[in-house]
């Protein structure tokens, strides 16, 4: 858990965790810099539970890097790892259900899941995302990523898999983004359409789930408005070609190297969509993706 100024929320999630009903848990949790009572209600949960608590007091570096030093600081006795927000709350067999998914993976392993949306008083919202509508794949986790972040969780092959490169966190997009990225092109991605845990909603969020449709269209009018003209998916490609290029089979190093050159003209836009089998997972995100591919926004 990387927590942030969340002294109004966090007591409610490291209860749901202690609560789990797969008990073999063990908590790390890194502060990234708050300036609330977030370090002093952790202290509190030290002292009760000093063998099932650990706390590293950092400085703030931002969530990407915060979780990335979290992954290298972990427990590699263990063999399961969860992302863990600081303000949602979690069902009490979210561990157990990724577990049972996770138990059978020979090879670097990520499961996830959907979330019950809720607002900031736990009142439910609705099942949130929608299902994929194709299976997870690398193709896709180069251009989306699918994945609610607080839901998954990984083996220890996953976190080795990471953990194996120095990573610029400039060239990322998210951190959960990112192991998405890496499993889909070297593993296997699992994804549970139960929700296991209450997404709460608030100002303060991060990253937020989609209440309706409108919503949903403004978060992405929002998000070209402040993030147009700089590449940024291309640039999280670029730095995975960096370092990953190497371990990848030919069709997928195809399509990535695809992915990532100069497109100049007209024709080399639609050359590269003719070719390209990346994808988005609904009909209109894929239309809104070859629409920002022939404006030169990706």
């Known amino acids: 858990m990387s927590t942030f100024n969340g002294e109004k929320y966090i007591e409610e999630q490291l209860q749901s965790i202690l609560q789990q009903n797969y008990h073999d848990i063990a908590i790390l949790i890194r502060d990234d810099g708050s300036n609330d009572n977030t370090v002093p209600i952790i202290q509190k949960y030290v002292k009760l539970y000093s063998d099932k608590i650990r706390f590293i007091k950092g400085s703030n570096v931002g969530v990407i890097q915060s979780f990335f030093e979290l992954l290298h600081l972990v427990d ?32 670097a392993g990520m499961y996830f899941s959907s979330t019950m949306l809720a607002d900031q008083n736990l009142s439910p919202i609705k099942v949130w995302p929608a299902p994929p509508q194709k299976a997870p794949h690398f193709y896709n986790a180069l251009v989306q990523n699918i994945a ?19 990573i610029n966190p400039i060239n990322l997009q998210m951190h959960d983004w990112w192991i998405y990225l890496c499993v889909s092109a070297f593993g296997r991605v699992y994804y549970d359409e139960q929700p296991t845990l209450y997404y709460r909603q608030h100002n303060n969020n991060v990253v937020g789930g989609h209440r309706t449709i409108l919503h949903e269209l403004w978060n992405k009018w929002r998000s070209f408005r402040k993030h147009s003209g700089h590449k940024l998916l291309k640039k999280q490609a670029m730095e995975f070609n960096k370092l990953y290029a190497d371990q990848l089979d030919a069709e997928k190093l195809d399509q990535l190297k695809l992915f990532i050159q100069d497109r ?13 089998k990346l994808y988005r997972h609904s009909f209109l995100e894929n239309q809104l993706y070859k629409f920002l591919i022939l404006i030169d926004y990706v």
């Open 76 to 107: 590699l006795d263990a063999s399961y790892f969860c992302f863990c927000d600081q303000d949602d709350v979690w069902m009490n067999d979210k561990v157990k259900r990724a577990v049972r998914f996770l138990q059978l993976c020979d090879t």
């Open 148 to 166: 609610v972040g607080a839901t998954m969780v990984i083996n220890r092959a996953a976190r080795d898999l990471v953990t194996s490169k120095t």
């Open 264 to 276: 100049k003209s007209l024709k080399d836009k639609l050359q590269f969509l003719q070719r390209s």
